[in-house]
């Protein structure tokens, strides 16, 4: 199957996270009108638990793979890709297997006593068949991530992501007369059928490959490989190999980790928090909703593009790596981070310039967009942080990741207790604190990297991007203000921020942070670019 380049991989990724962003804000808007917020609740209710079984069984097993695969490929270890596959699969398929059932076994205990609420009993046990699914799924995608062949990937999350919201929505609905929490099940099998259907969509493309390298390329096995002594299909017949792929997947694995342990305390610190500043229960509540349920959701929207970035840079540098090219790997950091702020800064002055008629449009709430202008400035921050730490990741310090991350999660959970406590910050102060944790980890990861590489962040590129911040939010301001009076709201939601993006892309391509070059080697759109350059 045809191999892409860094630029083509990350675009690629990039437009499926693209759709599968705009796709998912379906379910968030039609299944509370199938089953009500009683209803989502149940069904949300189950997703923390289900997150760190998850986390647990595959956090790093994709990157893991994608390293080893992209490093057996230019012959910088003795396994074949193939291999590598297959001892990748049987540990992550065992252990998936095996929480599936106890989670099916202990689902009665865990429902009544760790998520105190028994009707999501159902919607656990029906949950659980996705542990086993996902952990096939995240091999095969580290594994054609690894062949710098993203397609697969991309192809299976908008598949999976079309036929899950089908199914939710289809399936609460015909379970609904049998009740709420039954309704709540109905949603959840229908996300384990799109987990499936994801599934067989990545089986599928490996099956071509397979059958396009028998057919067309009958010697594929490095000849350096040598021939194990004992069973192939053991996993103990290759502990080096296994040994391998824990010591890169444990320690991303256990930083995914930290930042779901830390969302977890963050919901219970600032719960206690804002009750000691005496703001009331049901107003911390509501608060606490909008922040991550209606504000962090929009800010993360361009994260589609960080984490494309991130998925295609890992075997990239880590073939650049295996070859000892220190060029390559700087240039691919620099195309990694220029592209993560080029395409971020936009939606930073977007967020900040219409925060209000934004949230008002998105959310027919208004009041809320003081928290999202306060912080969009700092989504900058987040944006460029996934490219810097896959590199870490992928130069095999992964550990310096999860330290950065975990220096974070403490500095916020610190700055929550003690701001949100305070009556005149509130939940404010819960905002302050994320966006610290975001720019001290960002600056943590970009210190292990100039470290570690010897690498010089482009000071100009900042500078360049920010004055095409300044100069495009002026345009969008004017044009949404100055045309108050003469067009419907509607109209300028739609133009101010057309008008201001056309100026961004001008002052960008004139200060050559916009290398047309790049896009006309990108899929689909490359061939205009080409004509053009």
């Not at 989670?103 to 542990?131: G, K, N, Q």
């Amino acid at each position: 199957m045809k191999k892409q380049t860094f630029i083509q991989g990350a675009m690629i990724l990039l437009a499926a996270g693209i759709i599968n962003r705009i796709l998912g804000f379906i379910p968030r808007i039609a299944l509370p009108r199938v089953i009500g917020a009683e209803g989502v609740g149940i069904y949300q209710l189950s997703y923390p638990f289900f997150i760190v079984l998850v986390t647990l069984i595959t956090g790093g097993i994709p990157l893991a793979v994608a390293k080893l695969v992209a490093e057996a490929d230019t012959g910088a270890n003795r396994y074949s890709p193939q291999r590598i596959l297959q001892i990748s699969l049987s540990f992550t398929l065992t252990l998936g297997v095996v929480f599936m059932f106890l989670c099916i076994i202990f689902a009665p205990w865990v429902t009544r006593y760790v998520l105190t609420d028994e009707r999501v009993y159902h919607t656990f046990v029906s949950m659980s068949p996705m542990i086993a699914i996902i952990a096939v799924s995240a091999v095969y995608r580290g594994y054609f991530q690894g062949k710098q062949n993203m397609m697969p990937t991309a192809v299976s999350s908008i598949v999976e992501t079309v036929i899950r919201i089908i199914c939710v929505i289809w399936f609460s609905w015909l379970l609904l007369p049998r009740g709420i929490a039954q309704a709540a099940a109905g949603a959840m099998l229908g996300a384990l059928v799109g987990e499936f259907v994801g599934m067989l969509v990545l089986l599928w493309n490996y099956a071509r490959q397979k059958k396009y390298m028998d057919q067309h390329l009958p010697i594929l096995e490095s000849p350096i490989e040598p021939k194990p002594a004992i069973s192939k299909n053991s996993i103990g017949s290759e502990p080096g190999l296994l040994r391998r792929l824990l010591a890169i997947s444990v320690p991303v694995t256990a930083g995914r980790l930290v930042g779901s342990l830390s969302y977890l305390a963050e919901t219970i610190v600032t719960a206690q928090s804002l009750a000691i500043a005496g703001i009331s229960k049901g107003l911390a509540t509501a608060q606490y909703g909008a922040l991550q349920g209606m504000i962090i959701p929009l800010l993360l929207l361009p994260g589609a593009l960080t984490s494309s970035l991130a998925t295609s840079l890992v075997p990239s540098l880590s073939e650049a790596s295996a070859q000892g090219d220190r060029a390559l790997i700087h240039k691919r950091m620099h195309q990694a981070l220029r592209l993560a702020l080029v395409t971020g800064a936009p939606f930073s002055v977007f967020m900040y310039v219409l925060a209000e008629p934004m949230c008002l449009v998105l959310y027919n709430d208004a009041s809320i967009g003081s928290m999202l202008k306060l912080m969009a400035p700092f989504a900058l921050f987040i944006y460029i942080q996934a490219p810097l730490q896959a590199a870490l990741q992928a130069l095999d310090r992964p550990g310096k990741a999860l330290l950065n991350t975990f220096i974070g999660a403490v500095i916020k959970i610190t700055l929550i207790l003690v701001l949100a406590s305070r009556p005149e910050y509130g939940i404010f102060g819960a905002v302050i604190a994320i966006c610290v944790n975001s720019t001290v980890v960002t600056l943590l990861h970009a210190r292990s990297v100039r470290n570690l590489l010897q690498f010089r962040f482009k000071v100009m590129d900042w500078v360049k991007t920010g004055t095409g911040m300044v100069i495009m939010g002026a345009a969008t301001l004017v044009i949404y203000e100055q045309t108050a009076s003469l067009l419907p709201f509607w109209i300028r939601m739609l133009l101010a921020p057309l008008v201001g993006l056309i100026v961004y892309f001008i002052v960008m391509g004139w200060t050559k942070m916009i290398d047309f070059h790049d896009l006309s080697r990108a899929p689909i759109i490359g061939s205009w670019f080409k004509r053009r350059s």
